[in-house]
């Protein structure tokens, strides 16, 4: 029995027909509840003006109202989530993902990707993170790691629960990280990527431990790197490093503001070619390096985070975006390839696009769109839910 009952107002539920998963606080006329209060993730029914059933989600607190989790009238019970982990399943076992020799690290559940707005979960060889970004989705953890465990079978061996940074600070959960079922002594693992070693912390590193998104742009700049000096700014753990190296690159430089991620850049390195590949680690703020790179590198890559998290700041975020992409364009050897990217959910593809072409403009070089990229099938994108795009790249050729 659904305890709150959510009316919109008229005309406000024209999105939801077209099965978009957000429910904005304005668009609500009033509440019905059995209860005084709504308690922050719980499951309510959401209704139009006249009284015909729309959605059914998770209520929370903020201007997303309501976070869809069926259009359909059925029980969210752990039936419900065996099948929506069986689903993310299949689409993966699709990819070749779920039972791949050189590939044992991908993304199982990609929020609104899967029709599981607030949930992450990765996959690393036989451990599932989870990243729970909705109080509703903390509060459904241990059905989802039974989920996972009832898909999984013995393929899975723990469950970690990594959700204390993103779950509402304000919501009082006093969230915690651990593991959920299952455990493991160590701290970092080896895991694969298209062949190449990685080793992954999901108890003390970024997101779930890896960026996931960009290994088939990690596989272009292999394609690109023979015979290159390349430059990886915002380097994280060294993950284009690893594939530009793999891919012939005479020279190596990773830089990254955090002096822990250069350390494990080099880790990785050495772990997939000993000393074989010159590589330099530098613990630097890459924009003010960029600065100084002179002409010395054919090939750069700008990742870096996301430079707008909302709407407010996206003004400021694109004069930043043009300002590295600028200097880089200026300083990139003739003939050179630029691999530049913006995981900014605010900033399209082609505002992108067109701050790009800001930046070459005021660089003065000639350039060549080779390739426009986006995030991986891993990561899918809702029809419903275009926001869902949020990984925007561009491949430069640089005369």
């Given at each position: 029995?659904?305890?709150?009952?959510?009316y919109?107002?008229r005309?406000?539920?024209?999105?939801?027909?077209?099965?978009?998963?957000w429910?904005?606080?304005?668009?609500?006329e009033?509440?019905?509840?059995?209860?005084?209060e709504?308690?922050?993730?719980?499951i309510?029914?959401?209704?139009?003006?006249?009284?015909?059933?729309?959605?059914?989600?998770?209520?929370?607190?903020g201007s997303i109202?309501?976070?869809?989790?069926?259009?359909?009238q059925?029980?969210?019970?752990?039936?419900?989530?065996?099948?929506?982990?069986?689903?993310?399943?299949d689409v993966?076992?699709?990819?070749?993902?779920?039972?791949?020799?050189?590939?044992?690290?991908?993304?199982?559940i990609?929020?609104?990707?899967?029709?599981?707005?607030?949930?992450?979960?990765?996959?690393?060889?036989k451990?599932?993170?989870?990243?729970?970004?909705?109080?509703?989705m903390y509060?459904?953890?241990?059905?989802?790691?039974e989920?996972?465990?009832?898909?999984?079978?013995?393929?899975?061996?723990?469950?970690?629960?990594k959700?204390s940074?993103?779950?509402?600070?304000?919501?009082?959960?006093?969230?915690?990280?651990?593991?959920?079922?299952?455990?493991?002594?160590?701290?970092?693992?080896?895991?694969?990527?298209?062949?190449?070693?990685?080793?992954?912390?999901w108890?003390?590193?970024?997101?779930?431990?890896?960026?996931?998104?960009?290994?088939?742009?990690?596989?272009?700049?292999?394609?690109?790197s023979k015979?290159?000096?390349?430059?990886?700014?915002f380097?994280y753990?060294g993950?284009?490093?690893?594939?530009?190296a793999?891919?012939g690159?005479?020279?190596?430089?990773?830089?990254?503001?955090?002096?822990?991620?250069?350390?494990?850049?080099?880790e990785?390195?050495?772990?997939?070619?000993?000393?074989?590949?010159?590589?330099?680690?530098v613990?630097?703020?890459?924009?003010?390096?960029?600065?100084?790179?002179?002409?010395?590198?054919?090939?750069?890559?700008?990742d870096?985070?996301?430079?707008?998290?909302?709407?407010?700041?996206?003004?400021?975020?694109?004069?930043?975006?043009?300002?590295?992409?600028?200097?880089?364009?200026?300083?990139?050897?003739?003939?050179?390839?630029?691999?530049?990217?913006?995981?900014?959910?605010?900033?399209?593809?082609?505002?992108?696009?067109?701050?790009?072409?800001?930046?070459?403009?005021?660089?003065?070089?000639?350039?060549?769109?080779?390739?426009?990229?986006?995030?991986?099938?891993?990561h899918?994108?809702?029809?419903?839910?275009?926001?869902?795009?949020?990984?925007?790249?561009?491949?430069?050729?640089?005369?």
């Amino acid at each position: 029995m659904i305890k709150t009952q959510i009316y919109l107002r008229r005309g406000k539920e024209e999105s939801l027909m077209r099965r978009h998963p957000w429910i904005f606080s304005g668009a609500i006329e009033r509440i019905k509840s059995s209860e005084e209060e709504i308690k922050e993730g719980e499951i309510v029914d959401v209704f139009t003006k006249q009284g015909e059933f729309i959605a059914r989600g998770h209520y929370q607190i903020g201007s997303i109202a309501v976070r869809v989790l069926t259009f359909e009238q059925e029980n969210i019970n752990q039936q419900w989530w065996d099948k929506k982990i069986a689903v993310a399943y299949d689409v993966r076992r699709t990819l070749n993902l779920t039972d791949n020799e050189q590939t044992t690290c991908y993304r199982l559940i990609h929020g609104e990707g899967d029709s599981l707005p607030g949930l992450v979960v990765d996959i690393y060889d036989k451990t599932a993170v989870v990243q729970c970004h909705s109080v509703g989705m903390y509060l459904s953890r241990m059905a989802i790691a039974e989920a996972l465990r009832n898909t999984y079978g013995d393929k899975l061996t723990a469950i970690y629960d990594k959700s204390s940074q993103t779950v509402p600070f304000k919501a009082g959960l006093n969230a915690v990280d651990g593991y959920i079922w299952g455990h493991s002594e160590q701290k970092s693992h080896v895991v694969l990527e298209n062949g190449q070693k990685f080793l992954v912390n999901w108890e003390e590193g970024q997101k779930t431990g890896f960026f996931l998104d960009q290994r088939y742009n990690r596989e272009l700049v292999k394609h690109y790197s023979k015979g290159r000096t390349v430059l990886n700014t915002f380097c994280y753990t060294g993950g284009f490093s690893v594939y530009a190296a793999a891919g012939g690159a005479v020279e190596v430089c990773s830089v990254d503001a955090s002096e822990r991620a250069v350390k494990l850049a080099d880790e990785n390195m050495r772990l997939n070619f000993g000393d074989t590949i010159p590589h330099e680690a530098v613990a630097a703020d890459a924009v003010e390096y960029i600065k100084q790179i002179g002409n010395k590198y054919d090939l750069i890559i700008l990742d870096p985070p996301a430079f707008a998290k909302h709407h407010k700041v996206l003004g400021n975020a694109m004069q930043g975006y043009k300002r590295i992409n600028a200097r880089a364009l200026s300083q990139i050897k003739s003939g050179g390839i630029l691999f530049t990217f913006s995981c900014s959910q605010a900033v399209s593809k082609e505002l992108f696009r067109t701050t790009v072409f800001s930046a070459a403009a005021i660089a003065g070089r000639k350039v060549r769109i080779l390739h426009q990229l986006t995030q991986p099938a891993d990561h899918p994108i809702n029809i419903y839910h275009p926001e869902g795009e949020y990984l925007k790249g561009l491949v430069l050729y640089v005369e």
